[in-house]
């Protein structure tokens, strides 16, 4: 995120593991105006959102731990 005078500004830091835009999956905005830079060297994992549908449909385990990821923000 940048200030009014362009200059880069930290908004939060994440620790791994740790979900990022959780409650943006299923935003009817396709996208999340962020830009996410690491440290260190690290890997990401993109999930489509019809995975998560039946990830969630399947495993609810998946699911409360994705809406405690949310409700926890």
Not at 29 to 42: E, G, N, R, T, W
Not at 43 to 55: G, K, R, T
Request: hydrophobic fraction near 50%; proline fraction near 4%; charge should be positive.
């Amino acid at each position: 995120m940048l200030d009014r005078s362009g200059k880069s500004i930290t908004v939060v830091e994440f620790k791994a593991p740790n979900v990022l835009a959780a409650a943006f999956l299923f935003s009817s905005q396709a996208k999340l105006p962020v830009s996410v830079i690491a440290k260190d060297k690290c890997q990401s994992m993109l999930i489509p959102n019809a995975v998560v549908l039946v990830l969630c449909s399947e495993d609810h385990r998946f699911l409360s731990n994705l809406l405690q990821a949310i409700c926890d923000k």
